[in-house]
């Protein structure tokens, strides 16, 4: 059973930076697109960025699009997001998602296993 574990999540302050990483147990990581959503009290679970099996194709939200930077491993499993010039809108739970085919996608219920998810909070 693939097991996902995020971390990295904090307090910041508005303008901060904070880099989320997720260790992934699988054997087939590299073939798995890897993908970060969040959700915040309320509200939906949102798509925030996604990278395909090999690190070459990401697809990013537009709210963070030029703030975030999602990167992967695959020699070690991982698969980060760097978040620079956070907002308090930035404030979630985020989560770290896998899905069984090279390619990412936007849409959640295509992601087959996730993790438990890390907290960020935006002070402003």
């Known amino acids: 059973q693939v097991q996902l574990g995020e971390s990295g999540g904090g307090l910041v302050q508005a303008g901060d930076s904070l880099r989320l990483s997720c260790a992934d147990s699988?054997?087939?990581?590299?073939?798995?697109?890897m993908g970060w959503f969040r959700q915040a009290p309320g509200k939906e679970r949102e798509f925030i960025a996604g990278?395909?099996?090999?690190?070459?194709?990401?697809v990013y939200a537009g709210s963070v699009k030029g703030r975030f930077t999602i990167s992967r491993d695959n020699a070690k499993n991982t698969v980060t997001l760097q978040m620079n010039s956070l907002k308090p809108e930035d404030t979630a739970v985020y989560y770290c998602?896998?899905?069984?085919?090279?390619?990412?996608?936007?849409?959640?219920?295509?992601?087959?296993?996730w993790g438990q998810g890390t907290q960020v909070t935006v002070s402003s």
């Open positions: 998602a896998g899905r069984r085919s090279s390619w990412a996608t936007m849409s959640a219920p295509q992601y087959d296993y």
């Open positions: 699988g054997r087939t990581f590299s073939s798995n697109a």
């Open positions: 990278i395909d099996g090999r690190g070459s194709g990401t």
